[in-house]
């Protein structure tokens, strides 16, 4: 182990003492020949296995950045307009007229919201229309162009737009054609419709004293010393193309790199995903602007651009620094439906530490 790998497994290991149960990481540092993988603690409380660098997990709203990616490639292509208004493919939807594609993507829809009403532990297997309908029985449409209000149903929308213009293809499908496949992201998954190995995911773990009540864990049970083993709760097609994959640290460290490094759109598309940005705030993040699925997290001054994601016992950042040009991910199996809790704001220092450490 080099002087810097033992800085950053340094990282690791204290997070994990502060209360994670498991934690993995991955860096690309401009000049290495290889990404740095990394991990910490353990994969699976109940036989004591140990996390290692290349297990899998769900990671929630990272998702976001593809999709929305994959949606400004049919800008690219002249397939879609970002300032049509989405009666083209929704002329149903309330409002539709007033929302162009840009505004889906951007967080100020006002679209209703169905994440804090979903069941976490069901065995439905959900459509994006039912998410859609789910969403507007939940919660009320408020006018758009307002405050940035962090929105999932914006994000099922595009995939269902993605979906469509393909003539029907799934979202998983248009994804791995688009990006999975060319960028060679070999154990990244659309949770929703494709099989990914099960033996590769960490178990996902809910600490219980940090629930809080913002998520709906009815039937969840008692918990063992305090967590909840939440690996088995939510059907990721209820998350759908607002947050249904499944990857791992190195795919996403790819990822972040092939995005910022001009591999994925060209330049105006990518100034409109990543830089033509909105001022944000989320509670217990970090957060300070957001773009079409990119978030800016400021942390004691670094600055990264990429996304955070969270499901049922699993988190994940993932980010580049433009300035150092340096690329991470971070995931841990260790979550809590209170957004504020450690469990889920914990990660933004370590995450940031990383990026200190291999700067230096």
């Not at 960490?202 to 049970?221: F, I, L, N, P, T």
């Amino acid at each position: 182990m080099t002087d810097l790998e033992a800085r950053l497994q340094a990282i690791l290991d204290a997070y994990v003492a502060k209360g994670i149960i498991g934690v993995t990481a991955a860096l690309r540092i401009p000049g290495q020949d290889a990404d740095i993988l990394l991990a910490s603690g353990i994969a699976d409380r109940a036989n004591g296995t140990a996390m290692t660098p290349g297990r899998s997990f769900r990671i929630g709203s990272c998702t976001k950045t593809f999709v929305a990616a994959a949606l400004h490639q049919l800008v690219e292509e002249g397939k879609v307009d970002l300032d049509e208004p989405i009666t083209r493919w929704f002329p149903d939807l309330p409002r539709a007229s007033e929302l162009p594609v840009r505004i889906l993507l951007n967080h100020r829809s006002g679209l209703p919201e169905f994440e804090n009403h979903m069941p976490m532990i069901s065995d439905k297997q959900w459509t994006p229309q039912e998410i859609v309908d789910f969403a507007f029985a939940s919660t009320p449409q408020r006018d758009p162009w307002g405050e940035m209000e962090y929105n999932n149903t914006g994000y099922i929308l595009s995939g269902m737009i993605l979906s469509i213009e393909a003539g029907g293809e799934t979202l998983s499908q248009q994804l791995r054609q688009r990006l999975f496949t060319p960028l060679g992201l070999d154990d990244t998954y659309c949770g929703t419709d494709e099989v990914y190995p099960q033996d590769k995911l960490a178990r996902a773990y809910m600490h219980a004293e940090q629930q809080s009540g913002q998520w709906d864990v009815a039937g969840a049970g008692e918990p063992v010393d305090g967590v909840w083993d939440a690996t088995d709760w939510f059907p990721l097609s209820g998350a759908g193309a607002a947050g249904d994959m499944v990857s791992t640290a190195r795919d996403l460290t790819h990822w972040m790199d092939c995005l910022f490094t001009g591999k994925v759109l060209g330049q105006k598309a990518f100034d409109e995903m990543a830089n033509n940005l909105n001022p944000a705030s989320f509670p217990g993040s970090h957060l300070i602007q957001n773009g079409h699925g990119i978030l800016v997290s400021d942390t004691d001054g670094l600055i990264v651009k990429g996304h955070l994601g969270q499901i049922p016992g699993h988190a994940t950042a993932m980010g580049h620094c433009e300035q150092s040009g340096i690329s991470a991910a971070l995931i841990q199996n260790s979550a809590a439906g209170n957004f504020e809790s450690f469990y889920l704001t914990g990660i933004h220092q370590p995450f940031a530490d990383l990026f200190r450490a291999a700067a230096r």
